[in-house]
């Protein structure tokens, strides 16, 4: 029963907790798609978006020429995006891989910290992956959000830091597993000095939606400076042997 009364089963979840008020729309979609086909990726194919959630990375990577494929636990996602994208209701901590070796590429982002059991999102990755195939998976820093920004959501279950991150990815089967600190702040993608920046923000007690109610909405650019300084991602890859 209280699955069933899950926040994340609930078509406001996504209205609500990732709306316009709060969430950081406008391009960085399409720049975090870009840089990810750049630095992971290298050449556009078959990809698998776990989590895929509004659908703003389905339509980044499909502009991108890939060959885009969502699945997400959203009872109304296929009402939502079929009609632009292939998309399915699936839950992939109760459901099996029905994708054995059909992807060149998995993409999720923001998804693993709400499950419960985070291998089953892990090895549902690589056995959707095809031999040679590479997933990115994205996650708050627990070690950089652990004092309160992690729980922003409260459907988030499960913090990861970054060598938790790589092991899981192991265990699941992945070889060449690489993570890192990832800043949500295109402008430190161009040059490592660049991150001084956040790194300072990150010290200072500037107040920021939605972690503290203030007068100011999530998209405002300074709002989003201050918040995504403080609340620093896991970046992690793998590859299917």
């Known amino acids: 029963m209280a699955d069933k009364l899950?926040?994340?089963?609930?078509?406001?979840?996504?209205?609500?907790?990732y709306g316009p008020e709060r969430s950081y729309k406008g391009e960085y979609p399409n720049k975090l798609a870009q840089k990810i086909s750049t630095d992971f990726y290298k050449k556009p194919g078959k990809i698998l978006d776990i989590g895929c959630g509004n659908g703003d990375f389905?339509?980044?990577?499909?502009?991108l020429g890939y060959e885009v494929v969502g699945i997400d636990i959203s009872p109304d996602v296929e009402k939502r995006l079929g009609d632009k994208f292939e998309v399915m209701n699936i839950d992939i901590e109760k459901e099996e891989c029905q994708f054995a070796n059909e992807f060149d590429f998995v993409f999720s982002k923001s998804v693993i910290e709400h499950t419960r059991n985070p291998m089953s999102l892990l090895k549902f990755a690589n056995k959707?992956?095809?031999p040679g195939g590479v997933s990115v998976i994205m996650t708050p820093s627990w070690e950089h959000t652990y004092w309160g920004p992690f729980y922003i959501d409260h459907t988030h279950v499960t913090p990861f830091t970054l060598p938790s991150l790589e092991e899981a990815m192991e265990l699941a089967d992945f070889?060449?597993?690489e993570g890192q600190y990832f800043y949500q702040l295109?402008?430190?993608?161009?040059?490592r000095a660049y991150?001084?920046?956040?790194w300072?923000?990150?010290k200072l007690p500037i107040p920021y939606s939605p972690f503290y109610k203030v007068p100011w909405t999530g998209n405002n650019e300074i709002n989003k400076l201050v918040r995504?300084?403080?609340?620093?991602?896991?970046?992690?890859?793998?590859?299917?042997?």
């Open 200 to 202: 300072i923000i990150s």
């Open 228 to 241: 995504f300084s403080k609340e620093v991602m896991l970046l992690t890859s793998g590859v299917k042997e």
């Open 6 to 17: 899950s926040a994340l089963r609930d078509k406001k979840y996504l209205e609500i907790t």
């Open 195 to 198: 991150k001084t920046i956040p």
């Open 58 to 63: 389905l339509k980044a990577f499909s502009e």
């Open 175 to 177: 070889t060449h597993v």
């Open 128 to 130: 959707s992956l095809r």
């Open 186 to 191: 295109p402008f430190t993608w161009k040059n």
